[in-house]
């Protein structure tokens, strides 16, 4: 059974209907590994409803939480915002300082990422925290909180481990600067609430006059306040919530205090860049949910997350492991259609656990929800699914024909394509493998340019190689071979090989040579998938230059 199927039986267990929760924090850019939890989230939506349960989605966003610091992106300006809610505070200009013009902190790192979740098939109420707050949303909680105070306490300390500081309270005012930081409650008599900030001024808050921002719940107070609230049976979050006494070990015994069950818990690990490890906006070390979707089809980084399990770790590698990804993808569903809908009577119990596996991945990497990939409603059309050239393949393609028609033509010529007009599938993964190129992301080692003549370095790696006096005559009859030969790659490697074994030639040095004349370099990727997609004229000149340059 898919993951996300195994957590929707769990929540039919408890009951018919159901609200699963994301959330995220708009402290800065967003990055590809915040697309985990927002994915999760829907998938398992999209499992409930298919399993027959009322199942919706909600997008928490905390833009209450205060500004903790100025970060490396902001200028310096921002230090009179810190302690000052997200949602309260201007976003920044290109240069780092505050656009008093424009939306607030919050909503200008929000919208590309909700944008982002469009794109990709996500698309959640939205649960604004510092609107939520304005409106009175967290009062009930507040109240009872401070009621509760000594009990909240004690399970923070007992179930944390550490001790909290004999000022503490379970909210937190903003000042007379609208900071929350150094803000101390100096009494309350519900719904007022006293204090001083670092200042020393000192005032009262009116909970019960709505519309304004008066201040927030501590994050352990606050997640198990919004569960009962926005009444959520379910929530995906990080391992770091999820470690023994942490915020949701916290939060269990508190939410209880408000008369509401903990929602089921669903921890995922991180998505890291390969070779580079965490991403961190901060740092620099990311790439944007926005930045992802223009170098893969949504359906592909949506197979990234259907195919592993939440608390299984995930490297997103840009280079060649994003190729094999797509690939994979293409595969796999190519697979599934062809074994049609329902699995052959005599199948074992193992082989149809993984066979309903894979139905699973491809059903929940559509962007669009789908009760089945063989209804009606299935993929077709422009969606993405199986393709007759491999992702792989289109990317070399790609690097050798500069123009699109040329490409389309190729395709066509080699069989891959009934005619010289593309599908819309096929012209939505060009665009993406041309933005992959154009990026930094695209592996170096997997780049390519066919020479259009013998360069000076090709040159003179030609002549070192042409001591031993074999590689004159491997190029004649190489010519002759690949002159005469079918033009397809099984043929054309043949007729690369065969010449250098017929003079006992070695290989490598034959291989070499090739790619020297033809990609500039000492080795490339398989040099017949490359030869393939040329004429045979221009492969046949190059060699006939090379020739008479040695």
Same mark, same amino acid.
């Given at each position: 059974?898919?993951?996300?199927d195994f957590q929707a039986s769990r929540l039919a267990k408890r009951s018919a209907d159901h609200i ?29 409803c298919d399993a027959g349960l009322s199942a919706e989605m909600i997008f928490i966003v905390d833009s ?86 000594? !009990? ?177 993808? !293409? ?164 007729a690369i090989c065969e010449p250098a074994k017929d003079i006992e030639m070695d290989l490598s040095d ?41």
């Amino acid at each position: 059974m898919h993951w996300a199927d195994f957590q929707a039986s769990r929540l039919a267990k408890r009951s018919a209907d159901h609200i699963i929760a994301t959330g995220i924090t708009p402290s800065g850019e967003f990055h590809i590994g915040h697309l985990r939890e927002s994915l999760t989230g829907e998938m398992l939506t999209r499992a409930a409803c298919d399993a027959g349960l009322s199942a919706e989605m909600i997008f928490i966003v905390d833009s209450a939480d205060p500004l903790r610091r100025v970060y490396k992106f902001l200028s310096e300006e921002y230090s009179q915002y810190i302690g000052h809610p997200l949602g309260s505070i201007p976003a920044p200009n290109p240069d780092g300082s505050p656009n008093h013009d424009g939306e607030s902190y919050a909503a200008h790192f929000l919208n590309p990422f909700i944008e982002a979740l469009r794109q990709i098939g996500v698309k959640p109420r939205i649960v604004d925290n510092f609107q939520s707050y304005k409106e009175g949303r967290f009062n009930d909680a507040i109240k009872i909180f401070i009621e509760k105070r000594h !009990e909240v306490r004690e399970i923070i300390e007992r179930v944390s481990g550490r001790e909290l500081t004999e000022d503490w309270f379970p909210f937190s005012p903003v000042g007379a600067d609208g900071s929350m930081d150094g803000v101390c409650v100096t009494g309350h008599e519900w719904p007022l609430i006293h204090w001083r900030d670092s200042n020393g001024v000192a005032g009262t808050h009116d909970l019960s006059r709505l519309g304004k921002f008066y201040g927030k719940l501590p994050w352990r107070l606050d997640w198990p306040a919004r569960w009962a609230w926005n009444e959520v049976s379910c929530e995906p979050f990080g391992k770091d919530h999820g470690t023994a006494g942490g915020s949701y070990d916290t939060g269990k015994e508190i939410v209880a205090l408000l008369g509401y069950d903990a929602p089921v818990a669903l921890t995922y690990e991180w998505i890291q860049l390969k070779g580079i490890g965490a991403m961190s906006s901060s740092a620099g070390i990311a790439i944007g949910p926005l930045e992802a979707l223009e170098l893969v089809p949504p359906q592909i980084l949506r197979f990234l997350i259907a195919r592993n399990k939440p608390n299984r770790h995930i490297d997103f590698d840009t280079g060649d492991a994003l190729i094999s990804l797509a690939d994979i993808y !293409e595969r796999q569903f190519a697979k599934v259609m062809e074994e049609g809908e329902f699995p052959p009577e005599d199948m074992k119990r193992r082989k149809k656990i993984a066979w309903e596996v894979d139905r699973a991945q491809i059903r929940f990497s559509q962007v669009e929800p789908i009760a089945s990939l063989f209804s009606a409603e299935g993929v077709g059309g422009d969606g993405y699914g199986a393709s007759s050239v491999t992702f792989r393949y289109l990317t070399m393609l790609a690097q050798v024909r500069g123009c699109d028609d040329e490409v389309w033509s190729s395709l066509h010529k080699s069989g891959h394509m009934e005619s010289v007009t593309p599908s819309g599938q096929q012209i939505v993964r060009l665009e993406k493998i041309r933005s992959w190129l154009a990026s930094e992301h695209f592996p170096e080692s997997f780049r390519i340019v066919v020479q259009k003549e013998i360069t000076p370095d090709a040159q003179f790696a030609l002549s070192e190689l042409a001591r031993d006096g074999q590689v004159g005559t491997y190029l004649h009859n190489a010519h002759s071979s690949l002159s005469e030969c079918d033009w397809d790659v099984t043929s054309i490697n043949n007729a690369i090989c065969e010449p250098a074994k017929d003079i006992e030639m070695d290989l490598s040095d034959a291989f070499t040579a090739m790619y020297w004349m033809f990609l500039g370099m000492n080795k490339g990727p398989k040099l017949a998938s490359i030869l393939v997609m040329l004429s045979r004229d221009e492969v046949l000149q190059l060699i006939a230059n090379a020739k008479s340059n040695i």
